[in-house]
């Protein structure tokens, strides 16, 4: 069968017509529909595409938050052999016009009236832009602005199958903008062939089915919730969409997802959440510990093949009751795939899942690459690596420990940026711009992002994710951001979790209200005297000479953290600028007064 998502969705929809394909959470209970109901909605939306003269190749916008239509529209316009254009919710409108204007998008559907707005305002600047179509109408919509209940028809099957007819594996499926954290965003071009090929590598490693049934919180419009929900649909597999991110933890239990594919950022808090609530006795604190160990006993022999010791298997019944059998529940259930990508997790992380038997299948790879280059996999997982490179790729490291890869699912280049592919595509192998290597049992190690290595005064090279990684597995810190490129010393930015602010002020009873500790000379000594303990092992050149509290939360809205929740170094840097001044300004006159 062609390597085409709309020529496989078809089969799938054949095959498993009764079985619900997608559910939404509406008011007290969730708004589901079939495979059956869903292929109509498909072809209503391709219909549409067609009645309005869009043709093969023709972009097409898509600026909404997850939901069911998301798919459909996905759908619908690779059945018209469209190529897809995401932008993020939260893209402004001088990025709406960047993309708009570089992909010359011909129709844009849009979520609601904060997204229509946005598009309308600049819609002088773009000349190629004939069709705003939008999910939710809203009172004093301006005419001309269609409706999608308005703009989906009843499918002509011949004319869409005359179309689908002329599919090709090599068709461009969609244009990715990628974050743009320096200049413009670049337009990454992705084949319906690698989007193929990415479920078959997973296949081979990983066994779910009809069964199983997703979570998509991650925003579709991110390559790797796009690709996973991809996989997961075609797979005839349910999938729940979470419109609104910040209410994961209470959907994670309401939908008990048994697929989940996330972000460092969710399984961190649960982390934290747990550790947190034994923090303040003794005896609960005794109890997680011991229970911990006793998975993480059971987990390795697991791992290994082996059956465990009688002495660990006869104590894990009384532990997964007590300890770990809740932190599944928080989770919403066991899971058959539990995954985690788009940045690097720390390893007590996996460790303690692991041990509550939920391991987390780790990955690497990025939006050029469609995006997965590796991951761990029950029969290949390893803690603290990135996994083995996925079947049909190959791994190669370059100058300054660059990771290269070449495989089936490498973008086919940048919109209309011959200069920018040639510098990322060199005969076939894509420079990730990361730095790692690939250790002796094949699995691959990510140690920095090369453009964020840090350059001291004095020449010294300091990667600064390791060193990050080390202050926040305090659970006090909450992000973490290394500084020192092109300066005498290095320091470091940290913001402080609220909650775990709240628990230490009671505890030492600081004085005032938890407004007040957030500015405290408390606060700050106490962050001081954390970060200089947990980098005490660092050489000296590599420990911070200086801590400062960021004054403002870490958002996707302000612009300092990307969709997957890293945080944007530049925007960070340039948003505390005067912090980070007056720290450098203090060292400085240390100095100067010895």
Known sequence: MIEHIAVRMRATIAEHQDQIATRIRVDQGWRTQTFSEFGKRIDGVAQGLLNIGIEA?????LFLSNCPEWSEIDFGVATVRGVLVPLYATSTPTQISHIVGDSELRIMFVGNQSECERVLSVMDELPSLETIVILKPYEGMPEGVLTLADFMTEPDAESLSNRLAEAANTDLASIIYTSGTTGDPKGVMLEHKALVRQKEALEKVFHFGPG???LAFLPLSHTLERAWTTVVLLKGCMNTYVENARTVAEQLVLAEPTLLVSVPKLYETVYATAHAKVASSAVKRRIFT???????????????????????RAQLPLADKLVHSNVRAAMGGT?????????????????????????????????????LVSFNSPNGFKFGTAGRVIVGGELRIGELGEILYKGPNVMAGYWHNEEATKEA???????????????TDGYLVITDRLKDIIVTLGGKNVAPQPIEGLILADPLFEYAVLLGDNRPYITLLVKPSLPQVEELGKVLQWPGEVADWLASSELRD????????????????????????????????????????KVRRRQVEERFKTLIEDMYARLDRLRSDR
């Open 290 to 312: 011991w229970a911990l160990q006793v998975g993480a006993r059971n987990q390795h022999s697991f791992r290994k093949g082996r059956t465990p010791s009688l002495w660990w």
């Open 212 to 214: 199983d049934h997703s």
């Open 335 to 371: 899971k058959s795939v539990l995954a985690c990508g788009g940045a690097p997790i720390r390893k007590e992380i996996e460790e303690f899942f692991s041990s509550i038997g939920m391991p987390i299948y780790t990955g690497y790879g990025l939006t050029e690459a469609s995006p």
């Open 526 to 565: 106490e962050v001081k005297r954390r970060v200089g303990e947990l980098t005490a092992v660092l050489p000296s050149q590599e420990r911070p000479r200086e801590t400062a509290v960021m004054d403002d939360d870490l958002t996707m809205d302000n612009g300092l953290l990307t969709p997957t929740l």
């Open 57 to 61: 190749g023709d972009r097409v916008g």
């Open 425 to 439: 595509l060199d005969d076939g192998w894509l420079h990730t711009g990361d730095i790692g290597y690939v250790d």
